[in-house]
């Protein structure tokens, strides 16, 4: 039987490259990397490596991708109710971290069917489309705050929509006529369901939602340089005019940036301007003064669904789940 050794010297790499490499972690090319596992495979040693390491139950394991979550503050939430709700079923959640890194995604996966995981989690920090098709095989897949392009798979996103008309209705009852939005950019896909919840809301009120309440608090857009500017922009629109009531904010961090500027002008929050935002990042919502009322991403509970779908094995091959977003009253939104 074939050693690590043996699949290093047959390879030319060191014992660490192999040792590394089938455990999915990235150090050398993904020729390389292939070659590492076609030796392995050839000689039997594969199987042994699966056989030593994969200790419980087939099965017993859930592999979980995460795109830049793992180390992100903004989107943890997602892997840690994804970690409760797979210990709860006595199951343990191996993460593969992409961080960007797209060509690591291959070797996660080989790592993941060595322990001959149940199904696959692809977790992102931020909502989009993705295109690894090409990576999975016969793995059931659930995609978590993304969606493949061809719009095919299991599906589990916020549901955004809901989450904007929240916002604006709070402030409609509230009183507020003229509100500010700053928003997300725009390729976002989360920004145009937001503003259709707040259209939805304001024509209830007999409102219309037009283009000039709408303002970008950030410029450019993730992998393609984002600066936010929401400062900047909240600073223009304050010192219009016609100087709105409210502003709702396209997350909690576009918010912190408005509540700075208002307090710059002079502008008190909530008597003189109130302030909604969207996240419940509890690091800038419950530590701002005032505490910042906000629509809460709920990322714990859709990490447990998406570990709840694998376990219970849906029948569905293809589905979108919307999990419901939360209105959390604090202090920065007042009657008018």
């Not at 990397?33 to 139950?57: D, F, P």
């Not at 939430?77 to 709700?85: F, I, T």
């Not at 920004?191 to 409102?207: C, D, F, H, N, V």
């Amino acid at each position: 039987m074939a050693t690590l050794a043996d699949i290093a010297r047959e390879v030319g790499v060191s014992n660490k490259t192999v040792s590394l490499t089938l455990r999915g972690k990235r150090c050398s090319s993904e020729e390389t990397a292939k070659r590492i596992y076609e030796v392995a495979e050839r000689t039997g040693y594969l199987e042994k490596y699966t056989t030593r390491t994969n200790n419980l139950e087939q099965f017993s394991f859930i592999g979980f991708i995460a795109d830049n979550v793992a180390t992100s503050p903004y989107s943890v939430e997602l892997l840690r109710g994804a970690q409760a709700e797979a210990l709860s079923h006595g199951r343990i959640l191996l993460v593969g971290s992409l961080e960007s890194e797209m060509q690591n995604l291959a070797g996660i996966c080989r790592m993941f069917r060595t322990y001959k995981a149940a199904g696959f989690i692809y977790a992102s920090q931020h909502r989009q489309y993705v295109n690894h098709a090409d990576c999975f095989g016969d793995e059931s897949v659930v995609y978590m705050n993304c969606t493949p392009v061809n719009s095919n798979g299991k599906i589990i996103l916020p549901d955004d929509e809901t989450g904007g008309y929240l916002q604006a209705s709070h402030l409609l009852e509230l009183g507020h006529r003229n509100i500010a939005i700053i928003s997300l950019p725009h390729e976002d896909p989360a920004t145009s369901l937001r503003l259709k919840g707040i259209s939805k809301a304001m024509a209830k009120q007999g409102l219309s939602l037009n283009s000039d309440m709408c303002h970008l608090g950030v410029s450019g857009y993730f992998d393609v340089g984002e600066t936010y500017i929401a400062y900047e922009k909240a600073r223009e629109v304050l010192a219009a005019p016609n100087r709105p009531s409210a502003i709702i904010c396209g997350n909690d961090r576009i918010a912190l940036m408005v509540m700075n500027a208002a307090g710059d002008l002079g502008i008190k929050v909530p008597s003189e301007l109130s302030v909604m935002g969207f996240d419940d990042f509890k690091t800038i919502s419950e530590h701002v003064r005032p505490q910042l009322t906000t629509v809460s991403l709920p990322y714990f509970e859709m990490g447990q669904r998406a570990v709840s779908e694998i376990v219970k094995g849906s029948e569905h091959s293809n589905f979108v789940n919307l999990i419901s977003c939360e209105l959390i009253e604090r202090q920065s939104c007042a009657p008018i």
